[in-house]
T-cell receptor, first 115, second 110 residues
């Protein structure tokens, strides 16, 4: 159980365009979704936390107007990188809130390359 | 805010060696600590999860220990193999706020 489907797994886009990344919980309801990004040769850094039906909270230094998070349902959270620039090229990965059993699930990640 | 540090940042060993990766964290009030493996360009593979009440976990050639009071964990890899080459990440969960270390890039040479 506790499967999270993340897509796309990779995307290449032109500078200035927007890219939407989806994380969908397949067999459970995710009231909370954590979004991380990982720059090359660096660790995962928490970007923001989305909660179903309310505004996301962003970590310091993350532009909320650039990284739009929508968590409109209990099974879908999306991250949209708006007006992407090459410096946004990174690996983005989602994680729902820890399950009652204590287990964790991560999305498979999205590698974004902005050219 | 929890801070997680991993030492060394990179490690290169010949095949067959036993090795230890280190992880330290600043706030001992943790729910659990987890070790992950990440291959280049890939997602995370969970290796071992240690609950805050536990002191160690073992899986095959891997053994992870946890000393909450001193804010430390170690990942011991026995008889290393070239297939163990990857980046190893330590992650600490404090009330569902999971923070990652910068990782140790391990290279095992044949």
């Amino acid at each position: 159980g506790a499967v999270v489907s993340q897509h796309p797994s990779w995307v290449i886009c032109k500078s200035g365009t927007s890219v939407k990344i989806e994380c969908r919980s397949l067999d459970f309801q995710a009231t909370t979704m954590f979004w991380y990004r990982q720059f090359p040769k660096q660790s995962l850094m928490l970007m923001a936390t989305s909660n179903e039906g309310s505004k996301a909270t962003y970590e310091q230094g993350v532009e909320k107007d650039k990284f739009l998070i929508n968590h409109a349902s209990l099974t879908l959270s999306t991250l949209t990188v708006t007006s992407a620039h090459p410096e946004d090229s990174s690996f983005y990965i989602c994680r729902p809130r820890r399950g009652a059993s204590g287990g964790y699930t991560f999305g498979s990640g999205t590698r974004l390359t902005v050219v | 805010k929890q801070e997680v540090t991993q030492i060394p940042a990179a490690l290169s060993v010949p095949e067959g060696e036993n090795l230890v990766l280190n992880c330290s964290f600043t706030d001992s009030a943790i729910y659990n600590l987890q070790w992950f493996r990440q291959d280049p360009g890939k997602g995370l593979t969970s290796l071992l999860l240690i609950q805050s009440s536990q002191r160690e976990q073992t899986s095959g050639r891997l053994n992870a220990s946890l000393d909450k009071s001193s804010g430390r964990s170690t990942l011991y890899i026995a008889a290393s193999q070239p297939g163990d080459s990857a980046t190893y990440l330590c992650a600490v969960d404090s009330d569902n706020d999971m923070r990652f270390g910068a990782g140790t890039r391990l290279t095992v040479k044949p």
